[in-house]
């Protein structure tokens, strides 16, 4: 009987071992397979990150790019100028970019700061007010005359009897646009500083209109129809086609001081991979004698070189100057 119930206690020790066994297996089974699937949950994760990674990408590029010009002469045909400039740049980019012809600086910096246009090419001034109300970021500026700066100048008749800046006190001044850098802004700071006046049109000037370029200004002079013109140095140049005998009717009586050149400038909606490329391309434009005689021919331009924002702080001293009394609504 001992013996029956030894082996019965025995037979029974071997089924308790053997059930933890089994649920001991289940249980890892159990666990593998819980582990298994969250392994493909987060690769499912990872996929889906990836996913809307690439699909945001995807959407931070525009569907097409807008370049702003304003003309610094009278041109109707400036759209066509700079279409051979507007393809090079797309087919660099693989997106299309149009060139469009704004009426002043102030319509340009206000699409800009709309996200109208993109890629605007403004001076320095306009550079200043884009950024400092839309958050514009200059990335390249021109070089003329192996000079990133140049000057503002004042173009009377040479027959005049104009000899110095405080001669001009009473004469009608004509410029292009209230926020031309050169035109306008330096100019007028430097009769405010020299004369202690706070508006040079009313105060300075007896007289004082905006031609809607700078060789608009110059003819005007050179017409009779005003005593002074405030113009980037020298604008008469790009006129001698035309009006031939413009240096000898014409003659300089002083500059402002030394002005970073104009910029090409982007929105901050562009990502900054994309302002990279932008930046790159138009750079590599230096070794393209085609797109660099577009520059010449539309502004000037010599070679496009690199720039940043701490350049323009000159400009913002002077801006400081006129407060709100200049805005975007001008």
């Keep these: ?120 090419f403004i001076p320095a001034f306009a550079y200043v007010l884009a950024n400092d109300k839309h958050d514009v970021e200059v990335i390249l500026k021109s070089e003329r005359y192996g000079s990133g700066t140049y000057k503002a100048q004042y173009i009377v008749s040479a027959d005049s009897d104009y000899e110095e800046l405080a001669d001009l006190e009473g004469a009608i001044w004509a410029y292009g646009d209230p926020t031309s850098t050169s035109g306008y802004l330096f100019p007028a700071a430097q009769i405010m500083d020299e004369f202690d006046v706070e508006n040079p049109e009313t105060e300075f000037f007896s007289e004082a209109f905006q031609t809607g370029g700078h060789d608009n200004s110059a003819i005007e002079v050179y017409e009779g129809r005003a005593d002074v013109a405030t113009t980037f140095d020298d604008v008469r140049g790009e006129l001698e086609e035309e009006y031939p005998d413009i240096m000898d009717k014409t003659k300089i009586l002083g500059y402002t001081d030394e002005i970073p050149n104009d910029t090409i400038s982007v929105t901050e909606e562009l990502s900054d991979e994309l302002v990279q490329t932008i930046k790159d391309a138009f750079l590599s434009f230096n070794d393209d004698e085609e797109m660099i005689q577009i520059m010449n021919d539309v502004y000037s331009w010599d070679a496009i070189i690199e720039a940043k924002d701490s350049e323009y702080d000159v400009v913002r001293s002077t801006y400081n100057k006129f407060g709100d009394s200049i805005s975007l609504d001008e």
Aim: hydrophobic share 35%; charged share 25%.
């Design 1 to 120: 009987m001992k013996k029956l119930i030894l082996l019965f206690v025995a037979l029974l020790t071997m089924f308790v071992i053997t059930a933890c066994g089994t649920s001991d297996d289940t249980n890892g089974s159990d666990s593998e397979n819980e582990e298994t699937e969250n392994a493909n949950e987060e690769t499912d994760t990872d996929e889906a990150n990836a996913s809307e990674g690439e699909a945001s990408e995807e959407t931070d590029m525009p569907e097409e790019i807008i370049m702003g010009f304003v003309p610094s002469q009278d041109s109707e045909t400036i759209a066509d100028t700079v279409a051979p400039l507007a393809d090079q740049l797309s087919e660099e980019l693989g997106i299309p970019v149009e060139g469009k012809v704004m009426t002043n600086y102030t319509a340009l910096v206000e699409a800009m700061g709309t996200n109208e246009v993109q890629i605007g």
